[in-house]
């Protein structure tokens, strides 16, 4: 059904407003229902070519081959048939809990069923910072898709493509055409309950599927099943639960135990998966080390495996541990001499230095744009704390060093609140696609979230003057 604004012929500032005025307060990182969106607004969605569409599906299709082929050299490798350094690296700095959860015969073949890269726009095509299987801004994308379709402007996904998406994710997970699912959030990640509310109120309001928001604590557990309780007292048995809590927070969330036990046991269905190996920004690492090239193409096939190559960055495990005499870091050189420890690189100077570091993963640092240190941005003494940091932790949290690729240059409109009218900026954007994987070698595009932050910021987030929209497609778009 095509989009048609409500108020039609409005001007770009009235548009902006009309959007400002139609996203519901508070959906965003804060519970505060009298909250204007906390970033500013644009009178349209980022703007995007059918081109760059058709390479960011491309990319989807690409994404969910690599979590198989990651899933399955991981298995490999625990089990002895590939190299012992993928497990011993995706598993480091993990309880033991953790690890023979991810290794359970019930969740050994699974991954997520929410894919959602981070793809920096560059001058010739994207770079994947970082994957997401536990991604947040689902329901903010979806609302702000909502909004602009009252406007008249169908986003890419169309109005309800984020909730159509994600109830067709959990069909295909569980089996059932209209599955009964609760949201679990934990306290850790509180913040995202506002935004997963609306996303399970629009799934309801579709028919789609019976989603509800709950605490840990509220799920109840039987030996048969587990439900959740509805406020007028009635309880339903839980297909699914899906999971938005970290695993490095497991041991706070309340009936995690008994959560696992009944997927273990084939009494509801967890999704994303409690596999922490792939939640690991390592994996970047492993797909781009040398001696596993063979392994990865055979996995993916030639060609996702070169289109792959060209989107990952170059990344690099920060592995602290001595080489031989004749041993170098495939890849890496200070000033033309190739690097053997990685206290080499303190001594690059900043222009050289086009680098980040960040955690991999399992940890409170690992997500929302935490722990990351971007390496030309530092001073000298700041960048060899941040390498001795990140090498010190290599034991209880891996980190990585990556190869830091600048956004293309672009403009964006917005509402200047103050004065009331359109300004532009000079800006870079990150393309956050969420693609739910609805098939066992299918995924749909729900929508495509675009953070357009200022063109001196180097770290590209959520700030406050930053415009945080959904995509669309346009004629002259990028």
Request: proline fraction near 7%.
């Amino acid at each position: 059904m095509p989009c048609t604004a409500v108020v039609p012929n409005l001007t770009a500032r009235e548009q902006a407003q009309f959007i400002e005025d139609n996203v519901p307060p508070g959906l965003f990182k804060t519970e505060d229902e009298s909250a204007r969106i906390p970033w500013r607004v644009s009178p349209e969605p980022f703007a995007l070519s059918a081109k760059t569409l058709a390479q960011i599906e491309e990319i989807g299709h690409d994404l969910l081959a690599f979590y198989r082929a990651l899933n399955n050299l991981y298995n490999r490798s625990a089990r002895g048939t590939a190299p012992a350094f993928i497990a011993e690296y995706l598993d480091r700095g993990k309880p033991e809990h953790i690890v023979r959860l991810a290794r359970q015969n019930r969740f050994k073949q699974e991954i997520p069923g929410v894919i959602r890269p981070d793809l920096i726009l560059t001058e010739d095509g994207f770079a994947a910072s970082e994957l997401d299987s536990v991604p947040g801004g689902m329901g903010f994308v979806g609302a702000m898709a909502d909004a602009y379709c009252k406007a008249g402007i169908e986003s890419i996904g169309g109005p309800n493509g984020i909730p159509e998406g994600f109830a067709a994710m959990l069909a295909h997970a569980t089996g059932v055409e209209k599955p009964t699912v609760a949201i679990v959030v934990s306290d850790e990640s509180g913040d995202y309950r506002p935004e997963l509310r609306w996303l399970a109120a629009a799934a309801r309001r579709l028919d789609l599927v019976n989603a509800y928001v709950v605490e840990p604590q509220e799920v109840i557990f039987t030996e048969d099943a587990m439900f959740v309780r509805l406020e007028d007292g009635r309880e339903e048995k839980l297909d699914a639960i899906y999971r938005n809590f970290e695993l490095f927070d497991l041991l706070n969330v309340p009936k995690w135990e008994l959560m696992t036990y009944a997927a273990r046991h084939n009494r509801v269905k967890l999704t994303p998966p409690p596999k922490a190996a792939l939640e690991e920004k390592l994996s970047f690492a492993l797909f781009h080390h040398p001696a596993l090239a063979k392994l990865w193409r055979d996995e993916l096939g030639k060609d996702a495996f070169e289109r792959l190559k060209a989107v990952f960055p170059m990344t690099w495990v920060l592995d602290p541990r001595q080489l031989p005499p004749q041993g170098v870091i495939w890849g890496l050189d200070v000033n033309g001499s190739p690097v053997s420890d990685f206290h080499q690189l303190i001594e690059l100077g900043k222009s050289d230095r086009d680098y980040v570091v960040k955690p991999s993963g399992f940890s409170e640092l690992a997500w929302g744009s935490r722990g990351v240190k971007i390496a030309n941005d530092l001073t000298k003494d700041e960048w060899k704390a941040a390498l001795e940091t990140a090498l010190a932790s290599f034991d209880r949290t891996p980190y990585i060093l990556q190869r830091f690729h600048k956004g293309k240059r672009i403009r964006m409109p917005y509402l200047d609140r103050t004065q009331g009218e359109i300004k532009m900026f000079d800006a870079r954007v990150r393309l956050t696609p969420y693609f739910f994987v609805t098939g066992d070698d299918s995924v749909r595009t729900g929508g495509i979230l675009a953070t357009v932050a200022p063109a001196d910021k180097k770290l590209i987030h959520g700030m406050s003057d930053a415009v945080m929209t959904s995509s669309f497609i346009k004629e002259n778009g990028y």
